[in-house]
């Protein structure tokens, strides 16, 4: 495995980390998330990533479980605040309320005495920055995160945040985690220039696009039966790759992979990891040979000729725009 800074900090991630989002959390799965994790640390992963929205507590729950006979300081272990936990007008968002009960019951249900890198889910528009940075400064001091974090916030957003955590001494944001793959690149425009100006790393999620860029969906044919996209529970992002453009773009870029000895899915992995402002790239697995093969595109090297070539491929799908 390798490791790098998590933005302007000393903390060390695994190029490759392990998330919960849609995996775990039902008593079912947690026999997955326990292998997936043992092959994970097995692997070298040293960054486990969940959220309290992710089936209502219980992705935390299991992700708590899978890592609790492993030592606490082995690992880097993340959650998120901001979706809702109740009906309540005060179970979401980034109030100092919200923020504080969350966290605690966070910790509760991980198991755990501290996170190392609690993310602000998305932006507040109806709380006040200031007061969003000030609880997350809190946290910091009594112990209870390590470091601060964002999600999907844009340039603007950063920037702001970064110029009230100067002015009143709040400990700095060290990470954002957007999604980006191959298909949704917007934070190559603004994000990432200005994440490297402020000091934060990016943990990408979804860089194999919910398991497009494996090539397991093919132009023309019928779902997998056992896949994600035949779940009709699964979210419209998914189902807006589905289209014979994005598919074709697929083969294309299967086609290359096979040439360069590898498969696509370490293709897309290796395109991500590219990027140097990207700390990590965040997958979703409920097998450990998915791991497995997902983590051999640490030690694959991209020229400028196949960049070149993938560039050309994208040019498919320029204008693609999935439901966000």
Sequence with gaps: MKYRNLGRSGLKVSEISLGSWLTYGTAAEQKAADACVAKAFESGINFFDTANAYNRGEGEKAMGAALRSYDRSSYVLSTKVYFPMGDGPNDRGLSRKHIVEQCNASLKRLGVDYIDVYFCHRYDVNTPLEETLWALDDLVAQGKILYPAVSEWTGAQITEAAAIADRLRFRPLISNQPIYNMFERYIEREVLPVSEKKGLGQVVFSPLAQGILTGKYKPGLELPTDSRAANSRVNSVIKSYLNDA???????????????????????????????????????????????????????????????????????????????
């Design 246 to 324: 994005v598919l074709g773009t697929v083969q294309d870029l299967s086609q290359l992979a096979q040439n360069l000895g590898i498969s696509v899915a370490q293709l897309a992995i290796a395109w991500v990891l590219r990027q140097p402002g990207v700390s990590t790239a965040l997958i979703g697995a409920t097998k450990p040979e998915q791991i497995e093969e997902n983590v051999n595109a640490i030690d694959v090297e991209l020229n400028a000729d196949t960049l070149e070539q993938i560039e050309e491929i994208l040019k498919q799908v320029a204008s693609f725009s999935p439901t966000r």
